[in-house]
């Protein structure tokens, strides 16, 4: 598993790539919190399998396909998340 992290304005996107158990490749995830000050954390949207579990071949493709993601939810979505 390797996971990061990234500030898009008023929320952070924490991507993740998970090994497939038994299979071969890297399952993209995402979760994107809404960040008010240091005290008030919520969490807007959550997908643990992106793309419908598409195995990614390497880590790295897995993780910038969830930053994406996450980023569109931001971009895209942020009046249904407020």
């Known amino acids: 598993m390797q996971f990061d992290e990234v500030d898009a304005g ?14 071969y490749g890297y399952v993209a995830a995402v979760v994107v919190m809404r960040v ?3 005290a008030q954390r919520q969490e807007a949207f959550r ?3 992106l793309a419908g ?3 990614w071949a ?3 493709e897995a993780l ?9 939810v931001v971009m ?3 009046g ?3």
């Not at 008023?10 to 299979?23: H, K, M, Q, T, W």
């Not at 910038?64 to 569109?72: L, Q």
Request: hydrophobic fraction near 40%; charge should be positive.
């Open 10 to 23: 008023d929320f952070r996107i924490y991507a993740g790539a998970l090994d497939r158990p038994n299979r």
């Open 36 to 38: 008010r000050g240091d």
């Open 47 to 49: 997908d643990e399998n």
């Open 53 to 55: 579990g598409f195995a």
């Open 58 to 60: 390497t880590a790295a």
């Open 64 to 72: 910038r396909f969830a930053i994406n993601a996450g980023r569109e």
């Open 76 to 78: 895209c979505r942020v």
């Open 80 to 82: 249904a998340l407020a």
